[in-house]
């Protein structure tokens, strides 16, 4: 399974990207999709998830700004980012939990990561 990530790039403050992370490979089934990021000298940190079932959970620091979506048919999960701020500049990695075969559980994989750079 491969996570491809992609989308990332610099934008001023108060502007706008979306990220894309496809899944590809032997897939039966993915459960949860989230975003994280992690910022030079910084623990990485969740941004955004979405269940199977479309619920969603964001922190705080992103509620109202980010908006995680995904198309189950495509295997991908997007994250559209507004009114960015210089303290969101990291590297975003995407994250999904997929099964490879009926009955088997669910295992994490992680995407390459993108790099988002917000100038003040």
């Known amino acids: 399974v491969q996570l491809q990530a992609s989308g990332g790039g610099l934008v001023q403050a108060g502007g706008s990207l979306r990220l894309s992370c496809a899944a590809s490979?032997?897939?039966?089934?993915?459960?949860?999709m989230g975003w994280y990021r992690q910022a030079p000298g910084k623990q990485r940190e969740l941004v955004a998830a979405?269940?199977?079932?479309?619920?969603?959970n964001y922190p705080d620091s992103v509620k109202g700004r980010f908006t995680i979506s995904r198309d189950n048919a495509k295997n991908t999960v997007y994250l559209q980012m507004n009114s960015l701020k210089p303290e969101d500049t990291a590297v975003y990695y995407c994250?999904?939990?997929?099964?490879?075969?009926?009955?088997?559980?669910?295992?994490?994989?992680w995407g390459q990561g993108t790099l988002v750079t917000v100038s003040s």
């Open positions: 994250n999904a939990e997929v099964t490879r075969r009926l009955g088997s559980p669910y295992l994490g994989y």
């Open positions: 979405i269940s199977s079932g479309g619920s969603t």
């Open positions: 490979g032997s897939i039966v089934s993915i459960n949860y």
